[in-house]
C-alpha cells in the first residue's frame, strides 16, 4: 500500500462549479498535511496546510481532515480554468527526530471554461 | 531575490557523464532537499540535509551524491550518468529545527526545477 494515494484523474469539472480532490494516507502516526498546486512545467507550490481534523478554509479552497478515517480532502469552489493543474497532497510525519514529508501521485484536474 | 534557486534550469549531456546540480535558499531555513520527478509526476524525495547534516538517504544509487556546504546550500552530483536518470529535479527547503510549530517546520518551498535528459 502506498503510503500516500490519490487518484490521478483527470478530473474534469465545468467553471463555476465545486472540484473535489481527494487523499487517502497510510500511516496513522502521520501529522500534517498538505496540498501542493503544480502548474506544467513548474514547481508545487503551497496551498493549503492542515493538521487537526475538520475544515479549514482559505478564500476558494477548505481542506479537511479526518484522521480516523486517515483522509484528507481538498475543496475548490467556483472553479476557475486558471486551477487548471496537479495537486499533490503530502503527509508529514515524525521520523528519527525529523519531520519527513511524503507526496501522493497527484490528481490532475481540468476546469472547462 | 529567488527564495530557493538552482542550476542550471535545463542539462542535457550524453550517458556515462557526471554532472553537478547546485542548489541555494535565501530564506534561512534549516531544511533542504532534492526530489526527483519522473515522467509520471511522482515526486520522489532523495535526500534531506538539516543544518549540514544529512537526515534523510532514499533509496538512491550511490551514482548520487549530495553535498551541503552550508545549510543555505545543497549540491547534487551524478556520476556515470544513465538514461533512468533524466527526470526533473527539484531543490526544496523547508524551516526544519528552526521552525516553531510543526506545519510551519514542514512547509517546503521549491525552486524552478532543472530538467535532465540523458542521452
Known amino acids: 500500500q502506498k503510503e500516500v494515494e490519490q487518484n490521478s484523474g483527470p478530473l474534469s469539472v465545468p467553471e463555476g462549479a465545486i472540484a473535489s480532490l481527494n487523499c487517502t494516507y497510510s500511516d496513522r502516526v502521520s501529522q500534517s498535511f498538505f496540498w501542493y498546486r503544480q502548474y506544467s512545467g513548474k514547481s508545487p507550490e503551497l496551498i493549503m496546510s492542515i493538521y487537526s481534523n475538520g475544515d479549514k478554509e482559505d478564500g476558494r479552497f477548505t481542506a479537511q481532515l479526518n484522521k480516523a478515517s486517515q483522509y484528507v480532502s481538498l475543496l475548490i469552489r467556483d472553479s476557475q480554468p486558471s486551477d487548471s493543474a496537479t495537486y499533490l497532497c503530502?503527509?508529514?510525519?515524525?521520523?528519527?527526530?525529523?519531520?519527513?514529508?511524503?507526496f501522493g501521485t497527484g490528481t490532475k484536474l481540468q476546469v472547462i471554461p | 531575490d529567488t527564495a530557493v534557486s538552482q542550476t542550471p534550469k535545463y542539462l542535457v549531456t550524453q550517458m556515462g557523464n557526471d554532472k553537478s546540480i547546485k542548489c541555494e535558499q535565501n530564506?534561512?531555513?534549516?531544511?533542504m532537499y532534492w526530489y526527483k520527478q519522473d515522467s509520471k509526476k511522482f515526486l520522489k524525495i532523495m535526500f534531506s540535509?538539516?543544518?549540514?547534516?544529512?537526515?534523510i538517504n532514499e533509496t538512491v544509487p550511490n551514482r548520487f551524491s549530495p553535498k551541503s556546504p552550508d545549510k543555505a546550500h545543497l549540491n547534487l552530483h551524478i556520476n556515470s550518468l544513465e538514461l533512468g536518470d533524466s527526470a526533473v529535479y527539484f531543490c526544496?527547503?523547508?524551516?526544519?529545527?528552526?521552525?516553531?510549530?510543526?506545519?510551519?517546520?514542514?512547509?517546503?518551498?521549491f525552486g524552478a526545477g532543472t530538467r535532465l535528459s540523458v542521452l
Open positions: 530564506l534561512g531555513h534549516d531544511t
Open positions: 526544496a527547503s523547508s524551516q526544519g529545527s528552526s521552525g516553531g510549530h510543526r506545519i510551519a517546520k514542514n512547509i517546503q518551498y
Open positions: 503530502a503527509v508529514g510525519k515524525d521520523s528519527g527526530g525529523y519531520q519527513k514529508v511524503t
Open positions: 540535509y538539516n543544518n549540514k547534516e544529512l537526515i
